[in-house]
C-alpha cells in the first residue's frame, strides 16, 4: 500500500516564502508524476504546479516544486506569498506499484495541509 502525506504548512505573514512536503511511503512502487493542489476556502480544489516523477525541479511562476532525494519527498516552496495563497494545500501522487504483471496504477491524495497567509 502506498501513503501520501503534505508537511509543512502554517500561518506565514504576506510576502514571505513557505516549504511544503510531500512524501510518498510504501513499498514496491515508483511515481509517474507529484501534483500540488489547493483548495482555498469556499473555492474548489485547483491545481498549483507539478513534475514528473523523472524530475528535479519544476518551477510555475512563485511556485516551484523539488525533489528531496535525501528524504524522498517532493517539496513545494511558495514566494512572496499573498493573502489569497491561503487554503489547503494536496499533494497527488501518481504512479505504479510492482507487485503484479501487469502493474498496478494508483492515484493517491494526501491529507492536506492548512496554509494560512496574513496581510
Known amino acids: 500500500q502506498v501513503q501520501v502525506a503534505e508537511s509543512g504548512g502554517g500561518l506565514v505573514q504576506a510576502g514571505g516564502s513557505l516549504r511544503l512536503s510531500c512524501t510518498a511511503s510504501g513499498s514496491s512502487f515508483s511515481v509517474d508524476h507529484t501534483d500540488w493542489y489547493r483548495q482555498p476556502p469556499g473555492k474548489q480544489r485547483e491545481w498549483v504546479a507539478g513534475?514528473?516523477?523523472s524530475g528535479v525541479t519544476s518551477v510555475t511562476g512563485r511556485f516551484t516544486v523539488s525533489r528531496d532525494k535525501t528524504k524522498n519527498a517532493v517539496n513545494l516552496e511558495i514566494d512572496s506569498l499573498k493573502p489569497e495563497d491561503t487554503g489547503v494545500y494536496y499533494c497527488?501522487?501518481?504512479?505504479?506499484?510492482?507487485?503484479?504483471?501487469?502493474?498496478?496504477?494508483?492515484?493517491?491524495w494526501g491529507q492536506g495541509t492548512q496554509v494560512t497567509v496574513s496581510s
Open positions: 497527488n501522487v501518481r504512479g505504479l506499484r510492482n507487485i503484479r504483471v501487469p502493474l498496478l496504477p494508483f492515484d493517491i
Open positions: 513534475m514528473p516523477g
